[in-house]
């Protein structure tokens, strides 16, 4: 481990105090530094004594986003007015949670920048850049986003993209420490929020795709020192075993995966904290390389891929798991949002935990034992039949394997619910998911390679891509949904559910006011009734939703707030299904008060591309193999088939297309390796480089002649 102290860094020191925090009007004594962020575990533990304030991620260790805040309710949320706007000024995905700690937000951007703003008017306070070098964007598979920060003691805690864990002064964003998290010549990132328990920062890591081995860290929030560190995978076996965990993980593997990047199983965002039990709880993902086949041949559940662990926040000592999908093979994480609560089952009121993972069935664990309650689908999946209550395993379609033969899959890859955030109202008993309902095709690949630090999925890219035919590729569309559901974890059935215009929506936050209130792909905060789904106000925010809101209380106003901005997976990936209702990114925090009435700068331009393409002069093996070498390598952040979300180049309308050196330079040589763009000189070739050319020429043709056929309709 690396540990800098505060007066080596000046590098990483573009932190600027732009202003302390003026006086306030209402007489309350003005937060001065080191007064700042006093957060602690009491604290916490009674947020509800003090629900003006939203002082962790999911604003209690339970994580349930419910607010008992009810100012703003179902009688008056149509008074609701934008009260002020601060712009991120990126053009990149926007996932973040802010904080809100005696009248001072905190919040992230895209590239890991933090802001500190006054809570009532959003003037900007202080930001902190870390300046994480662009190229680090290569080994992001989901975009170059931040979920948040920590707040303990008078500092914030920064889990940066590329890796460093960074303490901040809350007072004024100076660095006290930072550490490295991982070893950086490895393809690991961060994007997910800390948390802090006891003392100790709590971090993980995401790099699934790419090749590494998963852990979760702790870290002393005074000095920086790591404390513990659990992995959850086992690494090869000749070199011992970290712990006993450990050991009982490497029964359930096969083969050699430590050779193929690690296994996995990265803890890239959830996690809660019951204080009574002394148990913390975290979600694992999914395994390197997605398909069990390469990776682990003759299968094992390959622990602790797709689970829900329990730990000591002491020493990080196992406690118990449950895990969702054993073998996973089709990148179904379990490091969806987990909400304690306690709520009632067959009769008695249990502690539980609840988590509605990427593979489509609603958990209900008793987070004492880790017992399973009940289990059942909250979307229509075709992987699994039902969840067998005396194993607690589910009990699988055997084609859903794909190993004879592809396989369309109900959820995809990016799941029946994503990052997200769910949200618990304990008065509706209600859980609000937001739902993707979206199929993607596996198959075998004809042949692997473990590529170190880019994406091995493992599966057939070709297949998993989109048909050439259109109407084909319009089915897909029509099956792409998704939908704001509120669930009721006692009988596991819906309790209402509102369609959407598409899959990638925003998380969600429920209030005592009877509200929920959620963010949408096609630009609108949107207000529900709680308890029936009731559309009561909306607003537009002329660009893609994904974040959760969060709401707070300063001075007996209370505020909704939501960080806006279109990005992610989804956004990157299928830029067929996003691009013909492409809003444009623009990327700000929206706060919103009673009465308000402010409104937001027009914005009159949308990201559209143009079409200019060379004559295609390549034959029809040359364009297979640029197709291919297209899914495997540029799909990620260029879009399945080479249409693009917009937010990186569609390379349909790059001038390189016509200059095969520029083009040869950029993919092959690295020339815009400083800006985000992956150099691919150690694993394709310059034909195959051309090759990938020449096959997005043929997609542009494709483009501009059904572009052309529209506009003749
Ligand atoms: C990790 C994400 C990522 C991957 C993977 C990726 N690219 Fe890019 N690419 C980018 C970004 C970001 C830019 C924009 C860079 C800039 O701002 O100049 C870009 C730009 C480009 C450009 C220049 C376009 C222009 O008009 O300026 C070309 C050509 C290109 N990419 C080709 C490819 C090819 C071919 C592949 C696959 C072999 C690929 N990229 C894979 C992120 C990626």
Redesign the pocket.
Known sequence: MRHFSFPTLSVLLAAAVLALPACNQSGQRPASAGDQAQVDGKRIERADREPGNWMTHGRTYSEQRYSPLQRINDDNVDELGLAWSFDLQTKRGIESTSLVVDRVMYTTGAWSIVHALDARTGRLLWSYDPKVPKAK????CCDVVNRGVAAWRGQLFLGTLDGRLVALDAATGQVNWEVETLDATLPYTITGAPRVVKGKVLIGNGGAEFGVRGYLSAYDAKTGELVWRFYTVPGNPELGFENDAMRMAAETWNGQWWKLGGGGGTVWDSMAYDPELDLLYFGVGNGTPWNQEIRSPGGGDNLFLSSIVAVRPDTGEYVWHYQTTPGETWDYTATQHIILADIEHEGRTRKVLMQAPKNGFFYVVDRATGELLSADKYINLNWATHVDMATGRPVEVPEARYKDAPFTLVPSYLGGHNWHPMSYNPDTGLVYIPVLDMPAAYAQPPEFKYYPG??NIGTDGVIGGLPDDQAERDAIGALMQGRLLAWNPTTQEAAWAVEHRGPWNGGTLTTAGNLVLQGTADGKLVAYAADSGEVLWDFPTQTGVVAPPITYEVDGEQYVSVNVGWGGAFA?VFGEYVQSESLPNVSRILTFKLGADGSLPDVDWRPTVVFNPPPLNADQATLAIGHR??QD??????GLNAVSGLL??D?R????LWDKQ??SD??HGGA?AN????K?AEH?SKDE?QA??SY?VQQAHRGKQLREAAAGN
């Open positions: 964007a290569e080994h992001t880019v994406s990157l070498k297209f390598f540029c799909m990620g952040c260029h990186i180049p390379l309308g790059t001038a390189y520029g083009w950029i993919v815009r800006k985000g763009m992956p691919f394709l480089v990938i050319r997005v």
